[in-house]
């Protein structure tokens, strides 16, 4: 079992930026992958990164790239999201997700019905 805690969310003016943090325990966090997904009202939950185990390789959406990084303090079972240029259309509820045991190819890791564990999400508004 993994437990995953987001915080971080908040209102922000266009171009603006916010850090989002999600905390793991249950199991060993340095052992897997880690995802953020986003969900905006009336549309369906998107894929936004993923970073390996390790925090050596990263992926992202197109609409992200350049403008969100996403990395990992496995000493802290913390994996972050930080999103700088915020633009209107970024405003979604952020979670943070845990994938399956044994996944952890971080190409195949961009649906969510490769993820097992579910963060209660943190909302991001973005002010035009």
């Known amino acids: 079992q993994v437990q995953l805690v987001e915080s971080g969310g908040g209102l922000v003016q266009t171009g603006g930026s916010l850090r989002l943090s999600c905390v793991a325990s249950?199991?060993?966090?340095?052992?897997?992958?880690m995802g953020w997904f986003r969900q905006a009202p009336g549309k369906e939950r998107e894929f936004v990164a993923v970073?390996?185990?390790?925090?050596?390789?990263?992926y992202y959406a197109n609409f992200v790239k350049g403008r969100f990084t996403i990395s990992r303090d496995n000493a802290k079972n913390t994996v972050y999201l930080q999103m700088n240029s915020l633009k209107p259309e970024d405003t979604a509820v952020y979670y943070c997700?845990?994938?399956?045991?044994?996944?952890?190819?971080?190409?195949?890791?961009?649906?969510?019905?490769?993820?097992?564990?579910w963060g209660q999400g943190t909302q991001v508004t973005v002010s035009s």
């Open positions: 970073i390996s185990w390790s925090g050596g390789t990263t």
């Open positions: 249950g199991r060993t966090f340095s052992s897997y992958a």
């Open positions: 997700a845990a994938p399956k045991a044994g996944f952890n190819t971080i190409a195949v890791l961009t649906t969510e019905d490769k993820y097992d564990y």
